[in-house]
Nanobody, 122 residues
Framework: VQLQASGGGLVQAGGSLRLSCVAS????????MGWFRQAPGKEREFVST????????YYADSVKGRFTISRDNAKNTVYLQMNRLRPEDTAVYYC????????????????WGQGTLVTVSS
C-alpha cells in the first residue's frame, strides 16, 4: 500500500488544520490507519489510530479532546482534524497503515507515507 499525506502548513496557536492521507494499493478497508508525528530533535511518537471500519479510535493523551481521526473507506482516505493547536504540536506528521486492528495506543503501522509539516506559531 502507498500512502500520500497532505494538509500541513503554518497556523497560529489556537487554530485548526485537517490532514488527509490517501492510500492506494490493496483494499483500504482491510487496513487500520494511524497518525504519528516527529518534532525536531525528538523521536517519532504515536498520535492516533482508527480501526478497519472506524468503530475504534485511540489517541495520545497530549492530543485527546483536540484531535479527531476519521476515515472514508469509499475515498481510501484517513483524516486528522486538529483543533486548538499548540506550538508543541509542531512536527512532521506521518500516516501509517497496518494489518492489525488497534487495541491500544501501542499500535504501530506496517506501511508509512511521507510526512507533512505542521508548524504552529505562538
Amino acid at each position: 500500500v502507498q500512502l500520500q499525506a497532505s494538509g500541513g502548513g503554518l497556523v497560529q496557536a489556537g487554530g485548526s488544520l485537517r490532514l488527509s492521507c490517501v492510500a492506494s494499493g490493496r483494499a483500504f478497508s482491510s487496513y487500520a490507519m494511524g497518525w504519528f508525528r516527529q518534532a525536531p530533535g525528538k523521536e517519532r511518537e504515536f498520535v492516533s489510530t482508527i480501526s478497519w471500519g472506524g468503530s475504534r479510535t485511540y489517541y495520545a493523551d497530549s492530543v485527546k479532546g483536540r484531535f479527531t481521526i476519521s476515515r472514508d473507506n469509499a475515498k481510501n482516505t484517513v483524516y486528522l482534524q486538529m483543533n486548538r493547536l499548540r506550538p508543541e504540536d509542531t512536527a512532521v506528521y506521518y500516516c501509517a497503515a497496518g494489518s492489525r486492528n488497534p487495541t491500544s495506543v501501542n499500535w504501530r503501522g506496517d506501511y508509512w507515507g511521507q510526512g507533512t509539516l505542521v508548524t504552529v506559531s505562538s
